[in-house]
Nanobody, 118 residues
Framework: QVQLVESGGGLVQPGGSLRLSCAASGKLRYPNTMAWYRQPPGKQRELVASMRTGGEANYRESVKGRFTISRDNAKNTVTLQMNSLKFEDTAVYYC????????????WGQGTPVTVSS
């Protein structure tokens, strides 16, 4: 069974940077989409960025130019480089892997908190 483990969250000042990492244990189905979601306090979970196996990336409008998603298919990892962080980026960030070949399914990580505060 696949499990995702995130790391890299923490407290950062506005304008600072953080790098989130997510590692999958077990065998992932390919092709798939690796993504980062976040859930701000008191709000619903929202998609931040995603990347398909082939490298096509999509970003939430509010993070374009500040966040970069990348993945290593050989290592089954996905990272989110977050620069120029803003107060409104404060949230619990979740890693997700979704596949639709040979059946549809997805798996979630446990979440890592990111707090942007001065």
């Amino acid at each position: 069974q696949v499990q995702l483990v995130e790391s890299g969250g923490g407290l950062v000042q506005p304008g600072g940077s953080l790098r989130l990492s997510c590692a999958a244990s077990g065998k992932l189905r390919y092709p798939n989409t690796m993504a980062w979601y976040r859930q701000p306090p008191g709000k619903q979970r929202e998609l931040v960025a995603s990347m398909r196996t082939g490298g096509e990336a999509n970003y939430r409008e509010s993070v374009k130019g500040r966040f970069t998603i990348s993945r290593d298919n050989a290592k089954n990892t996905v990272t989110l480089q977050m620069n120029s962080l803003k107060f409104e980026d404060t949230a619990v960030y979740y890693c997700n892997v979704y596949w639709s070949t040979g059946g549809t399914g997805d798996v979630w990580g446990q979440g890592t908190p990111v707090t942007v505060s001065s």
